[in-house]
């Protein structure tokens, strides 16, 4: 930002410290430290917290040696891709669907947003309740004898469609003010020049639409890799680890016995690694597109 | 795209300017339909859900499950209030929520505040650490966070649950975005009436906020009423439990008869929703003012 520099009175160049200063102490404390204290503690082996050895790079030896991570990071990957994938179509579609003159606009609105508001932990508890192969509703409605949540691949993919259910609505949400950006004059120019809607969304809504994208690809990236608590409820990891994405191994690994912590944090890391070239990537691609 | 440049318009387009025009009558049904499946699959969960916590442990045992309870009786939530804690739970997700919100208002638009409104030296470094902190989620540092609270004594406690995650860079990020937009010559002239930095902040620039601090409040009760893991690895003892690590632990390990769990998830699922009733219309237009596109 280019401003004239001034000679400013004190209070004038002490107050923006002061303003600043909780924020960062809490970001300080609570996430820049941590964060960077991950990669120390990672090459430490303690069993209760509190004393540690150092151990050099064992754990990531250990840890690329654990079947049980191989598992778990290509559970997280399937689920990520997935995720993604399908929250992104799913909330174009949606805001769409949502900024057209139709009735009742602001009821479909709310009834989209309405999973953002509830607690992971209960989505999981509902959609458990629903999904039981007995006692569960949708088997009985429609007369199947499906083990939704005891089948590994069914597993998954009902985690996946869950997580999509829960989260969608806030992408939506994303999108439709992305949408409300778009200078309805290129609509209108397009529309003179004969082309249909298929043309309009492909060739004014998409690219205009990207910057927009792109953030919901970013969140909705970091999120499915976030995802744990509705899973923990939903089918609890199982069946046989078919659900157990990167966190839940973390966090098993670092509270439930027996007590691995720098194995845990060596997971963290490479969890906090992924994510972080990952976002990156966005980043460096949705710029270089934007450049073109 | 989220990028270091200030935004300064504020446009106000109506939701439609996506299209102008009606699609055509065939266009206009298979939407509808669409809508009200897509509706059906959303809502249909959450209403089974608070339909059953009425019923009781013989109707919740039918097979096939059965729609309406007999008789809408609240026993289920009387009970599981008073032969369990419920109370408590509920008791510490209050305190938890509203005291982490208001923590989180404090020093997140203190800190929008300085980054939107001051030249100062670092401040460009201090709003990178703050954007590169969105990517650091509580989940990925999990272990090492855990140690540093440990080491301030705050585990077991509901202070615990309360201080680490109040500064979030989401929120300092929409409040800076949203006071780009304040003119700086207000500011210039309260300067010259001889109003204070703190006065100034405090009688001009928060009023004006108004719209972006609501969508921080809701977010904010949103993710700290339904928190989960980080209650789940401060709470030790079941006297510290919050709504949503009650529920899960007595899930797991079937303590609590099912029907009182329906009822408690009924519970948690009324406050954010009658939040996001009254404020619905601050979430639209706040995220679309906050440039969060």
Same mark, same amino acid.
């Given at each position: 930002?280019?401003?004239?520099?001034?000679?400013?009175?004190?209070?004038?160049?002490?107050?923006?410290?002061?303003?600043?200063?909780?924020?960062?102490?809490?970001?300080?404390?609570?996430?820049?430290?941590?964060?960077?204290?991950?990669?120390?503690?990672?090459? +430490?082996?303690?069993?209760?917290?509190?004393?540690?050895?150092?151990?050099?790079?064992?754990?990531?030896?250990?840890?690329?040696?654990?079947?049980?991570?191989?598992?778990?990071?290509?559970?997280?990957? =399937?689920?990520?891709?997935?995720?993604?994938?399908?929250?992104?179509? *799913?909330?174009?579609?949606?805001?769409?669907?949502?900024?057209?003159?139709?009735?009742?606009?602001? %009821?479909?609105? @709310?009834?989209?947003?309405?999973?953002?508001?509830?607690?992971?932990?209960?989505? $999981?508890?509902?959609?458990?309740?629903?999904?039981?192969?007995?006692?569960?509703?949708?088997?009985?409605?429609?007369?199947?004898? =499906?083990?939704?949540?005891?089948?590994?691949?069914?597993?998954?993919?009902?985690?996946? +469609?869950?997580?999509?259910?829960?989260?969608?609505? %806030?992408?939506?949400?994303?999108?439709?003010?992305?949408?409300?950006?778009?200078?309805?004059?290129?609509?209108?120019?397009?529309?003179?020049? $004969?082309?249909?809607?298929?043309?309009?969304?492909?060739?004014?809504?998409?690219?205009?639409?990207?910057?927009?994208?792109?953030?919901?690809?970013?969140?909705?990236?970091?999120?499915?890799?976030?995802? +744990?608590? %509705?899973?923990?409820?939903?089918?609890?990891?199982?069946?046989?680890?078919?659900?157990?994405?990167?966190?839940?191994?973390?966090?098993?690994?670092?509270?439930?016995?027996?007590?691995?912590?720098?194995?845990?944090?060596?997971?963290?890391?490479?969890?906090?690694?992924?994510?972080? *070239?990952?976002?990156?990537?966005?980043?460096?691609?949705?710029?270089?597109?934007?450049?073109? | 795209?989220?990028?270091?440049?200030?935004?300064?318009?504020?446009?106000?387009?109506?939701?439609?300017?996506?299209?102008?025009?009606?699609?055509?009558?065939?266009?206009?049904?298979?939407?509808?339909?669409?809508?009200?499946?897509?509706?059906?699959?959303?809502?249909?969960?959450?209403?089974?859900?608070?339909?059953?916590?009425?019923?009781?442990?013989?109707?919740?045992?039918?097979?096939?499950?059965?729609?309406?309870?007999?008789?809408?009786?609240?026993?289920?939530?009387?009970?599981?209030?008073?032969?369990?804690?419920?109370?408590?739970?509920?008791?510490?997700?209050?305190?938890?929520?509203?005291?982490?919100?208001?923590?989180?208002?404090?020093?997140?638009?203190?800190? @929008?505040?300085?980054?939107?409104?001051?030249?100062?030296?670092?401040?460009?470094?201090?709003?990178?650490?703050?954007?590169?902190?969105?990517?650091?989620?509580?989940?990925?540092?999990?272990?090492?966070?855990?140690?540093?609270? *440990?080491?301030?004594?705050?585990?077991?406690?509901?202070?615990?649950?309360?201080?680490?995650?109040?500064?979030?860079?989401? $929120?300092?990020?929409?409040?800076?975005?949203?006071?780009?937009?304040?003119?700086?010559?207000?500011?210039?002239?309260?300067?010259?009436?001889? *109003?204070?930095?703190?006065?100034?902040?405090?009688?001009?620039?928060?009023?004006?906020?108004?719209?972006?601090?609501?969508?921080?409040?809701? %977010?904010?009760?949103?993710?700290?009423?339904?928190?989960?893991?980080?209650?789940?690895?401060?709470?030790?003892?079941?006297?510290?439990?919050?709504?949503?690590?009650?529920?899960?632990?007595?899930?797991?390990?079937?303590?609590?008869?099912?029907?009182?769990?329906?009822?408690?998830?009924?519970?948690?699922?009324?406050?954010?929703?009658?939040?996001?009733?009254?404020?619905?219309?601050?979430?639209?237009?706040?995220?679309?003012?906050?440039?969060?596109?």
């Amino acid at each position: 930002m280019t401003r004239r520099r001034q000679v400013r009175p004190w209070n004038q160049r002490i107050a923006p410290y002061l303003f600043i200063l909780p924020n960062m102490l809490i970001f300080g404390v609570f996430i820049v430290y941590p964060a960077i204290n991950g990669f120390y503690v990672s090459g +430490f082996d303690s069993s209760n917290g509190r004393t540690f050895t150092p151990v050099g790079a064992a754990n990531y030896g250990k840890l690329f040696g654990d079947e049980e991570f191989w598992s778990a990071a290509r559970a997280s990957l =399937i689920f990520v891709v997935a995720f993604v994938l399908i929250s992104t179509a *799913a909330a174009i579609g949606l805001a769409l669907l949502l900024t057209q003159p139709i009735r009742a606009r602001g %009821f479909f609105r @709310a009834v989209f947003f309405l999973p953002v508001l509830l607690s992971p932990v209960v989505v $999981g508890l509902l959609w458990s309740w629903i999904l039981e192969r007995r006692s569960g509703a949708l088997n009985s409605v429609l007369g199947l004898d =499906i083990g939704w949540l005891v089948d590994g691949p069914t597993a998954l993919g009902v985690t996946v +469609f869950v997580g999509v259910w829960m989260h969608v609505g %806030f992408y939506t949400l994303i999108i439709m003010a992305g949408l409300q950006g778009i200078d309805g004059s290129y609509h209108e120019a397009a529309r003179i020049d $004969g082309a249909g809607a298929w043309q309009r969304f492909k060739h004014v809504t998409w690219p205009l639409l990207r910057p927009t994208t792109l953030v919901v690809v970013i969140l909705s990236m970091i999120a499915g890799f976030q995802a +744990f608590d %509705f899973i923990y409820t939903l089918t609890g990891g199982g069946p046989l680890g078919a659900t157990t994405l990167m966190v839940q191994y973390v966090y098993e690994h670092a509270f439930r016995s027996p007590i691995q912590y720098g194995l845990a944090a060596a997971g963290s890391v490479v969890l906090f690694c992924t994510i972080f *070239a990952l976002t990156m990537l966005n980043f460096l691609y949705g710029r270089r597109r934007e450049s073109m | 795209m989220i990028g270091l440049a200030p935004r300064r318009e504020r446009k106000r387009s109506t939701w439609t300017s996506a299209s102008a025009t009606a699609p055509p009558a065939t266009a206009r049904v298979l939407m509808y339909a669409g809508l009200i499946a897509l509706s059906i699959l959303f809502l249909a969960p959450v209403v089974w859900t608070m339909l059953s916590s009425f019923k009781t442990r013989t109707e919740l045992a039918a097979r096939p499950p059965t729609l309406l309870p007999e008789s809408f009786a609240l026993d289920n939530y009387t009970e599981a209030l008073s032969r369990f804690d419920f109370g408590v739970y509920l008791t510490n997700s209050t305190i938890v929520t509203v005291s982490a919100t208001v923590l989180t208002l404090a020093i997140n638009t203190m800190a @929008a505040y300085a980054l939107a409104k001051y030249n100062f030296r670092g401040r460009n470094v201090l709003f990178l650490v703050t954007l590169g902190t969105i990517m650091i989620p509580l989940q990925i540092i999990l272990i090492p966070l855990h140690q540093v609270v *440990a080491d301030t004594g705050m585990t077991n406690s509901l202070l615990g649950m309360i201080i680490p995650p109040a500064a979030t860079p989401t $929120g300092v990020f929409l409040l800076r975005q949203y006071m780009l937009t304040i003119p700086d010559d207000l500011i210039e002239a309260a300067r010259i009436d001889g *109003a204070g930095e703190l006065r100034i902040f405090l009688r001009l620039i928060l009023p004006l906020c108004r719209p972006a601090l609501a969508v921080v409040t809701i %977010f904010s009760v949103i993710w700290r009423w339904n928190d989960f893991l980080w209650p789940l690895v401060i709470a030790q003892s079941q006297s510290l439990y919050t709504l949503p690590v009650a529920l899960a632990q007595f899930n797991s390990e079937e303590v609590v008869p099912f029907n009182y769990i329906l009822a408690m998830s009924v519970v948690s699922m009324i406050p954010v929703i009658i939040v996001f009733l009254f404020t619905q219309r601050h979430i639209v237009k706040g995220i679309s003012q906050t440039g969060l596109k």
